[in-house]
């Protein structure tokens, strides 16, 4: 299938045969269009970006690589070709036909998690509303917009279902998708993770390493699901996401190896030292951590949940790559738990939302290894490592039983006296802010992060990724 750049709308759902649904969209392009200019990075508008645009869902289409101004960003509905004779993986309705229409008795399960995944898009283009300003390299601010013009795809990609599936309902949540905003104290963000700032790239690092990838395990779990379009839909946005993660985990590797670099310059870890040098100590890389990774950690839900456990048996939400277990029904399972009050069995269906946070730590723990490998191979003493999951927990069985970062049952005194040594004070803060400081020749790079080691696209690091005019 190509994607017809002629309409107004790229797409390969054949919009134009439905010209309800066309007109309904179009309706809707103008407002997506001024919420981006007044939410999204508009100091830019003018800027010529080197971005990637999807102009088909095969190999060869979905990276289009060019210089586009992000007003004129061609946001599209790409769905992933669909799997003939696909048939519901998981639950109650296990081998019957996935559906092409939304059940009856399942719409509002449905609406809600598309409504929620849908309003974590815009959300994140609003956080970094304001980073584009002090860049540390072109190279770097053209990430920046590439996962902001993605984000916006995102979000069109779940509006497409909204107005596709849910009639009047689905185009009364898509308006409301422009109108809450991330940290607005009328009308936040549906989850707590999106409403907080991102106002420095240590944070924006952390938060395509660790929020981003908890979207990718949403979306795996998503592309599972018993409603095919929406399964299509997350299956082409995990090959976006992708590259979001990536911008994550090289963006802190490359801020661990210059702080390496200078540590190396100094003969000494001392943070004080590091600091005074313009780079960032790794005590400060680990509070940031901790603050970015427990925080997304909220984003999976409760430990136990019936929610959880209906949307597994309906067919709405499964587990990520459910093709590798054995038992796709889980009605006789059990799932062992830790909690406050001892180890617990619960039902497997119960503790899906478990199973999916753990199949995210472990692949947040990839990373922490390369870091680690990077700081041990230039001789230092030190480990960054993730915080135990119960620590500085909103939401779930931890939420009011206070840990130390390794999981460790602590007073409420002492948690409040000691958690500011744990997540970023607002020294360290101050501290990172005043590092944010511009960069925008070709090839330099701000002095607190090495530069990566690769271009986008093949072309040279030095390369003129935004042209800002
Ligand atoms: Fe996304
Ligand atoms: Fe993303």
Redesign the pocket.
């Known amino acids: 299938m190509t994607i017809d750049y002629t309409t107004k709308i790229p797409n390969n759902v054949n919009l134009a045969n439905d010209r309800t649904l066309q007109r309904a969209l179009e309706h809707w392009q103008p407002r997506f269009l001024d919420w981006w200019r007044e939410m999204g990075p508009n100091a830019f508008s003018s800027a010529d970006v080197y971005l990637r645009t999807a102009t088909g869902v095969d190999a060869q289409g979905w990276a289009t690589y060019g210089e586009v101004k992000m007003p004129d960003y061609r946001w599209g509905i790409f769905l992933a070709e669909p799997v003939p004779e696909r048939t519901i993986g998981f639950g109650d309705n296990f081998g019957q036909p996935a559906w092409q229409q939304v059940p009856g008795e399942l719409r509002s399960q449905f609406r809600r998690i598309i409504v929620t995944q849908g309003d974590?898009?815009p959300a994140s283009v609003e956080q970094q509303h304001l980073l584009g300003l002090t860049c540390p390299s072109l190279y770097d601010l053209r990430n920046l917009f590439q996962v902001n013009v993605?984000?916006g795809r995102?979000l069109w990609a779940m509006v497409y279902l909204l107005h596709a599936y849910f009639g009047r309902d689905g185009r009364e949540e898509a308006e409301e998708l422009l109108a809450r905003h991330s940290g607005d104290a009328d009308k936040p963000r549906i989850l707590g993770t999106f409403n907080e700032p991102i106002s420095d790239w240590l944070s924006f690092f952390m938060f395509t390493y660790f929020t981003d990838r908890d979207?990718k395990f949403q979306l795996k779990s998503l592309a599972e699901s018993g409603l095919d379009p929406l399964a299509r839909t997350c299956r082409f946005?995990l090959t976006e996401?992708a590259h979001h993660m990536f911008v994550g985990e090289t963006g802190i590797g490359r801020i661990v190896k210059r702080t390496l670099e200078v540590m190396k310059e100094l003969g000494s870890d001392d943070p004080e030292s590091v600091r005074r040098q313009g780079a960032i100590d790794l005590p400060t890389i680990q509070r940031y951590m901790n603050f970015w990774f427990t925080s997304s950690l909220d984003l999976f839900g409760s430990e136990v949940s019936s929610n959880a456990a209906t949307s597994f048996a309906n067919g709405v939400k499964g587990r990520p790559d459910e093709g590798q277990y054995q038992d796709h029904l889980c009605k006789e399972a059990v799932y062992e738990l830790e909690t406050p009050q001892g180890r617990e069995s619960v039902s497997l269906r119960n503790a899906m939302n478990e199973v999916l946070r753990n199949a995210y730590i472990k692949d947040c723990e990839i990373g922490v290894k390369r870091w680690n490998m990077q700081i041990s191979r230039a001789g230092f003493d030190f480990q960054l490592k993730l915080p135990s999951p119960r620590f500085r927990r909103a939401i779930g069985a931890w939420a009011n039983s206070p840990t130390d970062p390794q999981g460790k049952v602590i007073s409420l005194e002492e948690f409040g006296s000691k958690l500011p040594g744990w997540i970023p004070s607002e020294s360290d803060r101050v501290f990172v802010t005043s590092l944010m400081q511009r960069v925008v020749e070709p090839g330099k790079m701000a002095g607190w992060i090495a530069p990566p080691d690769r271009g986008i696209n093949n072309l040279p690091v030095d390369y003129e990724y935004v042209k800002l005019n």
């Open positions: 974590t898009e993605e984000e995102h979207g946005m996401e």
